[in-house]
């Protein structure tokens, strides 16, 4: 079992960032595949970006060269650095961690997800 609580949300216009966190607990944090996810209002659940054990980072093209993706295992905790946020970027973004020792990014190969925050960016 792995318990994520993710924080860090809110509302922000065009072209600010904003850095969310995601604290893990249950498992040897430093072994585990991280991912960001996110979710709009009648879309599916897509890869934001991931990080493995390793520190090897993946992101998804919508959010590459504006989103960072990091972590540090002596607080178990993994983040989203998210720069030039745009109106698309709305949504509710998720954290989860996978068994898989490589990044994957179908949402139904992790196994564990956070609550959730909203992320709501304003024009």
């Known amino acids: 079992q792995v318990q994520l609580v993710e924080s860090g949300g809110g509302l922000v216009q065009a072209g600010a960032s904003l850095r969310l966190s995601c604290a893990a607990s249950g498992r040897t944090f430093s072994t585990l595949t991280m991912g960001w996810f996110r979710q709009a209002p009648g879309k599916e659940r897509e890869f934001v970006a991931g990080i493995s054990w390793s520190g090897r980072s993946t992101y998804a093209d919508s959010v590459k060269g504006r989103f960072t993706i990091s972590r540090d295992n002596a607080k178990n905790t993994v983040y989203l650095q998210m720069n030039s946020l745009k109106p698309e970027d709305t949504a509710v973004y998720y954290c989860?961690?996978?068994?898989?020792?490589?990044?994957?990014?179908?949402?139904?190969?992790?196994?564990?997800w956070g609550q959730g925050t909203q992320v709501t960016v304003s024009s």
């Open positions: 989860a961690t996978t068994t898989a020792s490589i990044i994957v990014i179908s949402p139904s190969l992790y196994n564990w």
